[in-house]
């Protein structure tokens, strides 16, 4: 039986290109995963999806129908498009990996994120939408304010200049970051803890350890967010004073709220497999939700990896997880695996490879 798995992924941009940092590292994603399933016995195929659907489609039907594993950021750089892929997977009836489209269209989008929130009695940071033109400022906001663009991810667009101290400073620089990037979503900045919480598993899904963003050493004038810099850019303060860490002295009521809160997100919003909820703690222990994130990138440096490691799995059981949730959906669609004793792995649940592979207590 066929054993090939498709890794799908979007094209970045060019070298120099802004924001190239980010764009490119997907095709470190796509390395790790392709190296991580050759390493586990199948055979990865490794195809670009573009706006060129019908290529892909083609392709597709040329090698016959097989599993895909999806690390489609964008099409063509646009984030607004990220759905379409699994769009696609679905309309053709092919098994992927992460989040079906209606999850990755909504949590995309910034502002339906936050109406969601709002609704389900999540908090989340106050805020405005920003098309062009000042709203009046509601009489309880506060400031600092942070600006984010409403359809980009991996931290495009925000830094410290998006963070506003005064009305005046919003009203000098906001249009400014609208002409580069479109409508904004105007927040409320939370002077807290930074937390981020990742949920892994199929059917059945499960809170991941809960990681602590450490700002070390800023200097006063700096704000402690995860920006583009801190993200990306290796010659910066930000990227060399901000880390991820999994504390083991957290409050555990602190800890069973952050990973409730998460697992509430996950399902809220019909996230699959795997996701990445960020939030801020206020001074009052307050917690508020800043983004749901639907397949959050796992390079091997990235923040999912990192805590699936701290949950006591390696990167190959992590692929391997994701393989056996796509089995789960549709049994009998891969070579079938055996265990140590010769047995063939059950593809009846995703969760039961997982459960033998990492221990979550």
Not at 5 to 12: F, K, M, Q, S
Not at 36 to 53: A, C, H
Not at 158 to 175: A, G
Not at 235 to 251: A, Q, V, Y
Request: proline share 6%; hydrophobic share 40%; glycine share 6%.
């Amino acid at each position: 039986m066929d054993s090939r798995i498709i890794v799908a992924h979007n094209v970045p941009g060019h070298i120099g290109d802004d924001f190239y940092e980010s764009s490119r590292d997907v095709l470190v994603q796509v390395e790790a995963v392709e190296e991580s399933i050759g390493r586990l016995g199948y055979e990865p195929i490794r195809m670009p999806f573009t706006r060129q659907y019908a290529v892909f489609i083609d392709r597709v039907r040329e090698m016959g129908s097989m599993p895909v594993f999806n690390l489609c950021e964008t099409v063509d750089e646009d984030p607004r498009m990220s759905w379409q892929p699994p769009a696609l997977f679905e309309h053709m009836g092919i098994q992927f990996t992460g989040s079906p489209a209606n999850a990755i269209l909504l949590t995309t989008d910034k502002l339906i994120t936050k109406r969601f929130l709002s609704a389900s009695g999540i908090m989340t940071p106050r805020y405005f939408l920003y098309n062009g033109v000042f709203p009046r400022l509601s009489a309880d906001m506060q400031f600092p304010l942070i600006a984010k663009p409403r359809f980009e991810d991996a931290s495009i667009g925000i830094d410290q200049e998006s963070v506003f101290v005064t009305e005046k400073d919003m009203k000098d620089r906001l249009p400014e970051l609208f002409v580069r990037f479109g409508q904004m979503i105007v927040e409320e900045y939370i002077d807290g803890g930074e937390f981020n919480v990742s949920i892994f598993g199929h059917p059945a899904p499960r809170a991941l350890p809960v990681a602590r963003i450490e700002f070390q050493d800023y200097p006063e004038h700096l704000f402690r967010i995860v920006g583009y810099r801190a993200k990306w850019d290796e010659t910066s303060i930000e990227f060399h004073n901000s880390s991820r860490t999994f504390p083991g002295d957290l409050d555990t009521h602190l800890v069973e709220n952050l990973q409730q809160t998460a697992l509430y997100c996950f399902r809220l919003f019909g996230l699959r497999d795997y996701g990445r909820i960020d939030v801020r703690v206020d001074m009052a222990g307050r917690i508020h939700v800043l983004e749901v994130n639907a397949n959050p990138c796992i390079s091997p440096d990235a923040g999912f990896p990192a805590a699936v490691r701290e949950s006591g799995t390696n990167y190959d059981d992590m692929i391997q997880a994701f393989i056996s949730f796509m089995e789960c959906r549709r049994p009998r669609l891969f070579s079938r695996k055996k265990n140590d004793q010769g047995e063939y792995i059950s593809g009846s649940d995703g969760n039961e490879y997982m459960n033998r592979m990492i221990d979550y207590s």
